[in-house]
């Protein structure tokens, strides 16, 4: 498989045509907006939690094809996670798509989003990648400030 | 010592050439950087209005100040730095006639130009515009157009008004008129938009202008890579050019502004070389353009541009304009045929730069799949996102052409855009 076809697998370019979990949550109990200053791509994640369980997740925006496959599969893989397990997550995710670390045996089992395996190859697209996942962690903080990739 | 005005009289030494025929083989010839391969495919540069790639004259310069001739400026009595000061003015001088300007004390160094806008904001915005006052742009500028001045009114309490622009990027100017009245105090206008390629009728406006005695300022970063400039045809009172976009060394840029101007101005930033004396109760500064030039300057890029300006006067400016000018017009067709490509930035007066979408993909997926075929072009806001928000884009794909590209280059984007195409369809 070349770089490019690895980068683009059939996943994320499904994904990116047709996002899933692609509307907002009316009252959802957490929000945040994320913005990549670079490519302008933008995203709002919307979750609704249940004892700190995440029982709603939704998303919205506009970006690439990796940005936008990222936030759509992150909504998929999160349904029914806890706080904790979206976190670990999210750190596993990190270390996929930087190339810093390889899935553990002990770890979060990654799942779908190994199809971002390729993302490590293409430095400056990590961003895109990653800023659906820095908007999770500050809709989950309640933070206001608008989350960046940067 | 030799000071600056000392070596302004000095003649320069070396002559350029007789222009030779415009043979694009050989032109590339003379940029190494052009015979790489990127992923395996021949690197096409495309990004030229980022950065344009050096020739080896000037490669060569760089390599010379710093093997031989390298001392500081201004400053010693030894040989060595003789030697640097006389190819650092002979640069200036080089800049004078390239833009034309009446003499070399007009020619300020700066880093660029977003330096020098900066300069004139606040050295001459600082002094003559004040509460209540208004600064006119396009609202085609770059952000290098536009944050020096909002934050010379964020400081003054003066405003910022914007002259807007047709669908096809063409500056109104009818209603550009309009918005000069009695408090406007500065004009400031790209030359040609980074992100449009749209030429403004900069004749015109400096026209417009004087005519109230409102002095302008072109941002002509992206005008000078394509045209012959000639600041006193035009009329202007600032001309702002960068070095690395020029097909010379980055760190370096002019503010050309007009004698008497400069001659009023207050000093941009304090320390050594913009003084006369020193002493703790009264600093004298010194003559323009030093004046402008506090501190050690980035004399080795000064150097190695005059080398490209002498390259460019080699090949000649009209034959650089006229091939870019087929060039362009043939990227044109052969890029917004592709069924899917929708221009942004169709002004019957353009130079440089072909902005596109292509349909239903994002410019960075667009991007990512070009560099793959060793095609480089810039994807993003370009630095212009008012242009983006006129135009309802978060981003473009931008490619922007110099004299070393090729109808070969062309082809090989529109292929690698049906590459794209097949990806994502």
């Known amino acids: 498989m070349s770089e490019l076809t690895n980068l683009y697998q059939e996943v994320i370019l499904d994904h990116a045509k047709r996002p899933r979990n692609f509307h907002a949550i009316e009252n959802a109990d957490h929000h945040a907006n994320g913005y990549n200053p670079l490519c302008g791509d933008k995203v709002t994640i919307y979750l609704t939690l249940v004892d700190d369980r995440i029982t709603d997740i939704s998303f919205q925006g506009s970006g690439c094809a990796i940005s936008t496959a990222s936030a759509s599969i992150l909504t998929e893989t999160l349904k029914g996670k806890t706080r904790k397990e979206a976190e670990a997550i999210f750190d596993a995710f990190h270390g996929l798509v930087t190339g810093q670390s390889v899935e553990s045996a002990g770890g979060p089992v990654l799942g779908k989003l190994a199809v971002f395996s390729g993302v490590c190859e293409f430095p400056v697209r990590v961003k895109c990648a990653s800023l659906a996942w820095h908007t999770l962690r500050s809709a989950l903080e309640g933070s206001p400030a608008v989350a960046s990739s940067e | ?425």
């Open chain 2, 1 to 425: 010592m030799a000071t600056t005005r000392d070596l302004l009289q000095a003649p320069v030494i070396e002559k350029p050439a007789p222009p030779a025929s415009f043979d694009v083989r050989r032109i590339r010839e003379d940029f190494p950087i052009l015979k790489q391969k990127m992923h395996g495919k021949p690197l096409v540069y495309l990004d030229n209005a980022a950065t344009s790639q050096k020739p080896q004259a000037v490669i060569d310069s760089l390599l010379h100040y710093y093997l031989v001739d390298c001392a500081n400026i201004h400053r010693g009595v030894y040989l060595l730095s003789e030697r640097s000061t006389q190819a650092y003015e002979d640069s200036r001088v080089k800049l004078q006639r390239f833009l034309n300007a009446a003499e070399p004390r007009e020619i300020v160094y700066v880093r660029g130009s977003t330096e020098g806008i900066n300069l004139v904001a606040q050295t001459y915005g600082r002094q003559h515009i004040g509460a209540g006052d208004e600064i006119l742009i396009t609202a085609m500028e770059h952000h290098s157009n536009i944050v020096p001045w909002q934050m010379l009114c964020e400081e003054k309490g003066c405003r910022l008004r914007v002259g807007p622009i047709n669908d096809r990027g063409e500056l109104i100017l009818d209603q550009f008129e309009k918005l000069i009245n009695d408090r406007t105090r500065l004009v400031s206008v790209a030359h040609v938009s980074n992100a449009l390629g749209t030429i403004n009728p900069v004749k015109q406006i400096v026209e417009m202008a004087h005519a109230r005695n409102i002095p302008v300022l072109i941002d002509g970063a992206q005008a000078a890579p394509h045209m012959k400039i000639d600041v006193r045809a035009l009329g202007c009172d600032f001309y702002a050019i960068s070095g690395h976009k020029l097909f010379g060394p980055t760190g370096i840029g002019a503010l050309y502004g007009k004698a008497s101007f400069l001659e009023s101005m207050p000093p941009y930033q304090g320390g050594g070389d913009m003084i006369l004396s020193v002493t703790f109760e009264k600093t004298i500064y010194n003559h323009i353009p030093n004046k402008f030039e506090a501190g050690t300057p980035n004399i080795a890029a000064a150097i190695g541009w005059g080398a490209a300006l002498d390259y460019l006067t080699r090949v000649g400016m009209e034959n650089i304009s006229s091939y870019e000018h087929a060039l362009l017009t043939y990227a044109t067709e052969a890029i917004g045929q592709i069924p899917g490509v929708r221009l942004i930035g169709t002004a019957r007066e353009k130079a440089g730069v072909l902005s596109f979408m292509l349909e239903g993909i994002h410019p960075h997926d667009v991007g990512t799949v070009l560099d793959q075929e060793g095609i480089a072009v810039r994807t993003g806001h370009h630095c212009a996102q008012p242009v983006m928000e006129r135009f309802g884009v978060p981003a473009t794909v931008r490619a922007s052409l110099a004299f070393y590209n090729t109808k070969q280059e062309i082809n090989a984007l529109a292929a690698g855009l049906e590459h794209v195409k097949a990806m994502f369809a």
